[in-house]
């Protein structure tokens, strides 16, 4: 497995900002699309968004369009999820996975995840 390590998660009030790391070893970086998924108590784990690996395309949920962005540096071999207007509803443990197949492939590893919290 690959070892990935999100940082970044945090406390925050509704309306507010995060910027989620996610920092990847083991493998070749470049060849990987990468993903962002969340989940919070009670509920199932949902993809939050997907980049990539030869071309610079993008996918997110409906809930986040607008909001948040996904980016990557393959120099740093890791990717980075930017939250803005953060709403209680996305409250969750977020975890950045590898998509070794693309975003619409198997995921292969998973980090342990970083808390993100946003009060009302």
């Known amino acids: 497995q690959v070892p990935l390590v999100e940082s970044g998660g945090g406390l925050v009030q509704a309306g507010g900002s995060l910027r989620l790391s996610c920092a990847a070893s083991?493998?070749?970086?470049?060849?990987?699309?990468m993903a962002w998924f969340r989940q919070a108590p009670g509920k199932e784990r949902e993809g939050v968004a997907c980049?990539?690996?030869?071309?610079?395309?993008?996918w997110y949920s409906d809930s986040v369009k607008g909001r948040f962005t996904i980016s990557r540096d393959n120099a740093k071999n890791t990717v980075y999820l930017q939250m803005n207007n953060l709403k209680p509803e996305d409250t969750a443990i977020y975890h950045c996975?590898?998509?070794?197949?693309?975003?619409?492939?198997?995921?292969?590893?998973w980090g342990q995840g970083t808390q993100v919290t946003v009060s009302s």
């Open positions: 996975a590898t998509a070794p197949e693309g975003c619409g492939g198997k995921f292969g590893s």
């Open positions: 083991g493998f070749t970086f470049d060849d990987n699309a």
């Open positions: 980049i990539r690996s030869l071309v610079s395309s993008t």
